[in-house]
């Protein structure tokens, strides 16, 4: 959808270059929430996340694995936003 509208962006292949857990805590401070907000719910079942574990576990879980957070997620500058529906990118 970017392509086809010609605007700019980098790709970061979060698998192999995951986020560590300090700009995880930048991202979810630019999308203005915790981390439940972004969590990928049936990948934490299947991965034995407990339900009740707290903001910094659950950070340090998506950094270990980063299939538990709901992708994409655009940045610019100061601002973020989580790409569901990917239209919403265009806020940006």
Do not use: F
């Not at 915790?34 to 969590?39: E, T, W």
């Not at 299947?46 to 009740?52: A, F, L, Q, S, T």
């Not at 659950?58 to 990917?86: E, H, S, T």
């Amino acid at each position: 959808m970017l392509d086809e509208r010609g605007l700019a962006y980098t790709y970061r292949e979060y698998t192999k270059d995951p986020l560590s857990e300090r700009e995880i805590r930048e991202v979810l401070a630019k999308l203005g929430v915790g981390p439940r907000a972004v969590l990928r719910s049936a990948d934490a079942k299947k991965n034995g996340i407990p339900d009740d574990l707290d903001d910094d576990g659950l950070i340090a879980a998506m950094a270990d694995n980063p299939r538990l957070l709901q992708r994409p997620i655009g940045v610019k500058g100061d601002r973020a936003v989580v790409g569901r529906p990917a239209e919403a990118l265009l806020e940006l």
